[in-house]
């Protein structure tokens, strides 16, 4: 059952243009969200999270919002520059003791190319 | 600051050899450990985790199985590959303070089981 998922599996935006990536999640007991970087036979990078009692965060270039109502977050690139070509996975967690405490689902990712 | 290392970085094994991959994670104490996989094309899929020394938790029925002898130390291990074994294997730490916490990745290990 797949309860994150990044539904474009890939994307293409021009050098300086913003990158808008997008995640949908089903169970409504997740409760803190993030973003990783990830380059071919490399290990994810961390970008970014947010808790949900918030509605954005933004860190530099990137910004992600979350939309409780319609299960969704995104992530903004402002201004998209070649190094951002990756692969970006979103991930979601719950924060219940016992087994669900601290692990994270993944979205299956999106490859996003940045041209010149 | 804390630094995760694994290896060997690249592996190839023939079916029904074991497996031994080895994770270990420096400038932290008591970490929860992770073992990921990610398959060609596909999502990370939670393996094993690990909240403290000799505790581990399945997340899915396998032919692998993880152990942690020392407290920042992750193994996962086989007895003997299966072709579907192949992939690429992450291991994870996160501080185990917090409710909600980032994990943080090591460099992989690529498995080809031919």
């Not at chain 1, 190094?83 to 924060?95: H, I, P």
């Not at chain 2, 398959?39 to 152990?67: C, D, M, T, W």
Request: net charge neutral; charged share 15%.
């Amino acid at each position: 059952d797949q309860q994150v998922k990044q539904n474009s599996p890939s994307l293409s935006v021009q050098e300086g243009r913003i990158s808008i990536l997008n995640c949908d999640y089903t169970n409504s007991m997740f409760d803190y969200f993030l973003w990783y970087k990830k380059y071919p036979a490399e290990g994810p990078t961390f970008l970014i999270s947010i808790s949900s009692i918030k509605d954005k965060n933004e860190d530099g270039r990137f910004t992600v919002f979350l939309n409780k109502s319609a299960k969704h977050l995104s992530l903004h690139i402002v201004p998209s520059q070649p190094g951002d070509s990756a692969v970006y996975f979103c991930a979601a967690s719950w924060g219940l003791q016992g087994d669900s405490w601290g692990k994270l689902q993944f979205g299956a990712g999106t490859q996003v190319v940045v041209t010149p | 600051s804390q630094t995760i290392h694994q290896w060997p970085a690249t592996l190839v094994q023939p079916v029904g050899s074991p497996l031994s991959l080895e994770c270990t994670v420096e400038g932290t104490s008591n970490p929860n450990l992770y073992w990921y996989r990610q398959a060609a094309g596909r999502g990370l899929q939670l393996l094993f985790y690990s909240v403290g020394i000799g505790q581990i938790s399945s997340e899915v029925p396998q032919n692998l199985s993880a152990s942690r002898p020392q407290d920042r130390q992750f193994i996962l291990s086989s007895k003997k590959l299966l072709l579907s074994d192949s992939g690429f294997y992450l291991c994870a730490w996160s501080p185990g303070h917090y409710r909600q916490e980032t994990q943080y990745f090591g460099p992989g290990t690529r498995l080809l089981v031919l």
